[in-house]
């Protein structure tokens, strides 16, 4: 693990050496966020969301805990006191916001995390591991963000329950038990209401052991870098502590700086009013929506609309399950041996359109289910998926890639550090 | 040394046949993960719908209200359940179609019970994802085919609550329910 010139922990007082000798936790942390991880020098600010990413798990995971020391998951009393919170508790309101707030911005981070390791191929070989186990960060998000929506009993969170379980009663034979099985009960209820509670409670615990695997795994060959080529020498890093740790530093009080305005301005822009009317199984919402971070899933589930050999609604849920699970191939799918999408020039504008076909997903996802968005959402779905299994491992063969820096020291020297997101395709 | 080479049964180092410590490997690790395969019974198993919900499963309904073009919402199994009392008109406009053109194929005879045509007695969920269709209240709307309307996806039900239009892939569904009396519904 890690390059022979890091920095070795060598611990000064002896208290810090006793504990060296029994537990050497110091020296864990050291070597892993510290002084003794060598990254290389050329990183730009698409390289801060790992950290972001996990400070809006650490707010979640503190915000989390203490609503749940005053929320009761209980169907007849989940929404009052929800409200209790909101009314009653000292800094309720500010815990409730922060918590919901953020997970909307743990959403973007985390999406723009993801943006960077699509861009700088940071899913390529020795990362393939890495991509693997960030995905199933992203399942296991996905998963968590919907069981809290369900938590406050409003409107929106029982037809969310209600619709999103009901994506497994479209598997034949088995989906209506399923579904059952689920749920506990016919509808959503208290038996769903309490397991969701449970779930939402340990998922973020899972996700935090998934993130040390993750770490651990992208320690073996060392971060990426806008270049994408390896590192060669010593020349080539800096230690971790203190030129990242700074770095993101930065980056967290820019971070904190836009989750705050919207926390203290705006904290109901990303929600829908909907949730403030409790939850009624009689009545269905005019316009049920998921929360912004689902829309382009949403999108694809809804694109399909016409029976073909299987149902419509079946190939709804397994090209939105697909869509995702597409994501795990693509260390295979992209062959080029050309990491970085800066020294890509056909990669780089295929990227981009896909990038734009995944905003317009969103915006379909979040409109009416009515024309022209069902058609316009069948065709962004329909690219979506020639991108990943007929674009992109064309592009890998074709593409004749850009001459690469002959290291990472020699391109920073030139100014050509890859640093920028070039658009221009002299990289 | 020469001793402990001795304490190993007869056949044990021939290389054919079952080792007596495989037999005893597989045995032992086959009884545990019997074990644990049983006791991973009840964890899944406490998800199902307990004996509380359960008991809600069945209810009588009393259609003497109900006049002619009127439906009602009652709640089965914590599910909306739509009871229609239909129009001359509107059986007449489920029995002009023909069957084999619909999604799902289906009568209005099959969909109601004998001699009791008029009453359309189907859950209020639609089979696309599970929203509440529009059309069994006062004033709502009830879509081109004068049944039910589902505002999520623009699922279309007709008079006999059979799919015409949208997404959802089967009828409304039909619960069990038997005539107790000519105005008595038992559903369940």
């Known amino acids: 693990m890690s390059f022979p010139w890091a920095n070795h922990y060598a611990p000064k007082h002896s208290l810090t050496k006793w504990l060296d000798e029994r537990l050497p936790l110091p020296r864990l942390v050291y070597n892993a966020v510290g002084a003794g991880y060598p990254v290389p020098r050329n990183l730009n600010y698409f390289w801060n969301f790992g950290v ?18 005053h929320y009761a998951a209980n169907a007849g009393v989940a929404f009052d006191s929800v409200e209790h919170i909101m009314r009653d508790v000292n800094s309720g309101w500010m815990l409730r916001y922060a918590h919901a707030t953020g997970a909307s911005f743990f959403f973007i981070v985390v999406y723009l995390h993801i943006f960077r390791g699509l861009f700088y191929g940071s899913y390529k070989a020795p990362r393939e591991m890495v ?33 999103i379980t009901g994506l497994f009663s479209a598997i034949p034979v088995v989906g209506t038990p399923i579904q059952t099985w689920l749920l506990g009960g016919f509808a959503p209820d208290n038996a769903a209401l309490n397991r969701f509670f449970s779930l939402h409670y340990l998922l973020p615990f899972v996700i935090a052991g998934v993130i040390v695997l993750h770490i651990w795994a992208l320690h073996i060959p060392g971060s990426s870098n806008p270049t994408g080529i390896e590192v060669k020498g010593p020349q080539d890093t800096v230690p971790f502590h203190p030129y990242y740790t700074a770095k993101d530093g930065f980056g967290l009080g820019v971070f904190l700086i836009l989750y705050c305005l919207v926390l203290f301005y705006a904290p109901n822009y990303l929600g829908h009013p909907d949730n403030y009317i409790p939850a009624n199984p009689l009545s269905t919402p005019a316009h049920i929506v998921p929360e912004w971070y689902f829309w382009p899933f949403y999108a694809i589930l809804r694109a399909f609309t016409v029976d073909f050999i299987l149902p419509a609604k079946l190939w709804g849920v397994l090209a939105m399950f697909g869509s995702i699970l597409l994501l795990f191939f693509l260390p295979w799918l992209d062959k080029s041996p ?55 491992p064309i592009v890998s063969r074709m593409e004749r890639p850009l001459p690469l820096p002959n290291s990472i020291t020699e391109a920073v020297l030139e100014g050509k550090s890859g640093a920028t997101l070039s658009t221009s395709t002299q990289g | 040394m020469a001793t402990l080479e001795h304490t190993d049964m007869p056949g044990e180092d021939t290389g054919d046949g079952v080792r007596r410590r ?96 008029q009453w359309l007695i189907t859950m209020g969920v639609c089979t696309h994802l599970g929203c509440v269709p529009l059309g069994a209240g006062e004033g709502e709307i009830k879509g081109e085919f004068g049944g039910y309307f589902c505002p999520c996806h623009g699922s279309v039900y007709d008079t006999a609550a059979r799919i015409r239009k949208g997404p959802a892939p089967k009828n409304l569904e039909v619960p069990k329910y038997a005539f107790k009396s000519d105005t008595v519904v038992q559903v369940g």
């Open chain 1, 131 to 163: 991509w693997l186990l960030g995905l199933v960060i992203f399942l296991l998000m996905m998963a968590t963000a919907f069981m809290g929506y369900v938590l406050p009993w409003g409107q929106m969170s029982f037809w969310g329950a209600k619709v």
């Open chain 1, 338 to 392: 050309v990491r970085s999408g800066n020294y890509r020039p056909a990669f780089k504008k295929f990227f981009w359109l896909l990038v734009i076909d995944v905003l317009i997903l969103g915006y379909c996802g979040g409109s009416p289910a009515e024309e022209p968005f069902v058609m316009i959402s069948q065709l962004a779905a329909a690219y979506y998926f020639a991108h990943f299994l007929i674009i992109l």
């Open chain 1, 52 to 69: 972001l990413s996990g400070a809006a798990l650490g707010i979640q995971i503190v915000t989390g805990i203490i609503l749940a020391m």
């Open chain 2, 22 to 117: 495989d037999f005893i490997n597989i045995a032992a690790v086959s009884f545990a993960g019997a074990g644990a395969a049983t006791v991973l019974l009840p964890l899944i198993n406490q998800m199902n719908p307990s004996a509380d919900v359960l008991a809600l499963a069945s209810i009588e309904v009393d259609l003497s209200a109900i006049k002619e073009g009127q439906a009602i919402k009652t709640i089965f199994r914590k599910q909306p359940l739509f009871v229609r009392h239909l129009t001359a008109a509107e059986i007449a406009a489920a029995d002009k179609v023909d069957p084999s053109s619909l999604r799902d194929p289906q009568t209005l005879e099959q969909r109601t019970v004998g001699g009791h045509k």
